[in-house]
């Protein structure tokens, strides 16, 4: 399968993703998560882009960042990931892929992606409120987060996400597409060279002569 391409120029927030292979944990203890979240900080300083939110979860993690250099997303990433690698306890492999991104359009779908970022704990069942998830930008961080949330956003947060919210959220990340307006998303694909990934799953229907 070929390698999919990076898209991730200045100024555009990005969803960032990556998990563990299969049967394996990132995080197995709250010194896990701590560590991570301190490599995340220490990676910032290094390579500053724009942290708007994240969620840790004990086999996946989600971020939300945006590059203010061309080429600062992949290199925050490949010095996180290959320094979580070697920090890690036990050692070994870890990712079985490159991390996955998708550009964010900024407004009311950061917003959406934010909340649906800062429930994954409860849709993973780990808690029954977002809040009482300690490994996440809902929660009292450190780090800096350059989005401000509105007046009843953990009530946001703990609610439902509507099913083609969702939905969408989900195609948009196995595919990388842009998540946003209609406009923005043609737009934006067109401008990153991701217009592959608008196109519809599968291949097309023969269609039978009369």
């Known amino acids: 399968m ?13 969803h960032v993703f990556n998990a563990a292979f299969p049967r394996k944990r990132l995080f197995k203890s709250n010194g896990d998560f701590t560590q991570f979240i301190d490599l995340l900080s220490e ?17 996946h993690f989600h971020l939300v960042l945006q590059p203010t250099k061309n080429d600062q997303l992949s290199g925050l990433m490949s010095w996180l990931l290959n ?28 917003y959406s992606v934010l909340q649906w970022v800062e429930s ?14 300690p490994y996440s ?13 509105p007046a009843g956003w953990v009530r946001a947060v703990n609610g439902n996400i509507d099913a083609p919210t969702l939905s969408n959220l989900s195609l948009c990340l196995k595919r990388n597409r842009p998540f946003g307006d209609e406009g923005w998303v043609k737009m934006t694909a ?8 608008l196109n519809a799953i599968g291949r097309p229907r023969k269609t039978v002569a009369a």
């Open 2 to 14: 070929p390698r999919i391409a990076r898209s991730a120029p200045a100024n555009i927030i990005q």
């Open 43 to 59: 990676g910032l300083s290094k390579h500053p882009c724009k942290l708007h939110g994240f969620a840790l979860l004990p086999t």
């Open 83 to 110: 320094t979580h690698v070697r920090r890690h306890t036990p050692p070994g492999p870890l990712y079985p892929s490159r991390f996955r991104n998708f550009p964010v359009q900024p407004g009311d779908n950061l």
């Open 120 to 133: 994954a704990p409860v849709r993973e069942g780990l808690v029954d409120k977002a809040m009482d998830w």
């Open 137 to 149: 930008s809902l929660a009292r961080t450190k780090l800096p987060i350059a989005t401000p949330r």
């Open 190 to 197: 067109e401008k990153l060279g991701l217009n592959h990934t």
